[in-house]
């Protein structure tokens, strides 16, 4: 009788365990594909978004351990080594003005381009203008954008 209740400990502590591996596993795996999709989306607005002048609004360092979600910032080869959360009024030729976020990674000489109330060109999809990517003052950026209407 010790025995089987011995087993039944052993399967019940497994049980357990094979639950919160799994869990685990699920919550990497639905973050890698959202990185993936993420990555995809940027990529896509590079190459086909639409162009539009963008007024900066506001650049400030961003401690990168508050970034929660951000699962990479490009552009941070060659850059000062911190984040910077550049702030922006996109002003598109066709539709409504929006505000957008882009996180990047500078290099001293595009710090000292990218001023508030400067102009940068940027990359969005007209449809979803949740994906800002810059374009001319900085060749890739990580845009985590929100549309002015959320």
Do not use: C, W
């Not at 639950?19 to 699920?26: K, S």
């Not at 003005?97 to 990047?104: H, N, S």
């Not at 999809?125 to 985590?144: E, F, K, Q, R």
């Amino acid at each position: 009788m010790e025995r089987v209740a011995s087993e039944l400990v052993y399967q019940i502590v497994f049980g357990v365990m094979l639950l919160i591996v799994g869990a685990i596993g699920y919550r990497l795996a639905r973050a890698q594909i959202a990185a993936l999709y993420r990555r995809y989306r940027r990529h896509r607005v590079s190459k086909i978004g639409l162009s539009a002048p963008a007024r900066v609004v506001d650049v400030e360092t961003v401690d990168p351990d508050l970034l929660i979600g951000v699962d990479e910032v490009s552009g941070l080869s060659g850059s000062t080594g911190r984040i910077y959360r550049i702030l922006l009024m996109v002003e598109p030729t066709i539709g409504e003005p929006f505000g957008a976020d882009i996180y990047t990674g500078l290099s001293q000489d595009e710090l000292a381009t990218i001023l508030p109330d400067s102009t940068v060109n940027v990359m969005y999809d007209p449809h979803n203008t949740d994906i800002v990517v810059l374009g001319g003052a900085s060749a890739t950026g990580v845009g985590l954008g929100r549309s002015s209407s959320t």
